[in-house]
């Protein structure tokens, strides 16, 4: 065979592969899908690809597994914020602390005197020929009225005796603002049994001590009645009472 016998052939033959295959192409365009009509679709079925998309986490905790035959854990769920307590504000290490006012300590009990004391001095209606010596605690602690009154009358150079039975149980004390009492008897009821009567118009008081013996701190001066006061020898005082009521019934 030669060679342009084979070429011959070989274009034959493409020419008539060419033909069948313009004349399907035209019995597809005149009468639809030739696989509907003569029997089966002579097209290749291609399955279509499946659009890519991105692939969502799982939120399931059951572990998936891949092709590739790996174990991938779905991500843990972020912790919910939590609020923050403010941190509570620490002194200064070198801060010292503030301290409390400080007390002033109670004044020891002390006895009474001029200069912590208000001494008043006024006249009895009843009984009668009588006068009522008040003293008033003015300091800031206790004074404690030992025995009774020393009293001296103008310019007299003793001091009455005192009514023994008028003796208290306990001595008498005061608190800052109390008062202690004692009565004077100036004179004789009757006239008969004073002597040496006389017109006083000044008046000191002297204030004991615990052992009674001696005249402690300054005196007292309370003044009398204008026109002053009548005494004679028959003078006397009672103890320091805590009562008005017990100092006025001597």
């Not at 905790?61 to 590739?68: D, L, M, N, R, W």
């Not at 002033?104 to 009990?109: D, L, R, S, V, W």
């Not at 800052?176 to 040496?196: C, H, I, R």
Request: aromatic share 4%; net charge neutral; hydrophobic share 35%.
């Amino acid at each position: 065979m030669s060679v342009r016998t084979s070429r011959t052939r070989l274009i034959t033959a493409a020419a008539s592969v060419a033909l069948v295959a313009f004349s399907i192409t035209a019995c597809s365009d005149d009468h639809g899908d030739i696989g509907t009509a003569t029997g089966p679709s002579l097209r290749a079925t291609v399955p279509a690809a499946a659009p890519a998309s991105p692939t969502a986490p799982s939120t399931s905790a059951a572990p998936s597994v891949g092709t590739g035959g790996s174990t991938d854990k779905a991500p843990a769920p972020a912790p919910a914020p939590t609020a923050s307590k403010p941190a509570a504000s620490k002194p200064a290490a070198n801060t010292p602390a503030p301290k409390a006012p400080a007390v002033p300590p109670a004044a020891k009990p002390t006895t009474c005197e001029g200069s912590t004391t208000k001494t008043i001095a006024a006249p009895l209606n009843r009984p009668v020929n009588h006068m009522l010596l008040t003293v008033t605690n003015t300091g800031s602690g206790t004074c404690y009225l030992y025995g009774y009154p020393a009293v001296q009358f103008g310019e007299a150079q003793s001091v009455p005796p005192v009514i023994t039975d008028s003796k208290p149980q306990a001595v008498v004390t005061l608190k800052p603002g109390e008062s202690g009492y004692a009565s004077v008897n100036l004179s004789s009821t009757d006239g008969t049994d004073g002597s040496n009567g006389r017109t006083a118009t000044s008046l000191a008081v002297y204030f004991q001590g615990p052992s009674g013996d001696e005249s402690v701190g300054t005196g007292a001066h309370p003044s009398l009645p204008a026109k002053g006061v009548y005494v004679d020898d028959s003078l006397k005082v009672t103890y320091w009472q805590q009562s008005l009521d017990d100092a006025v019934s001597w």
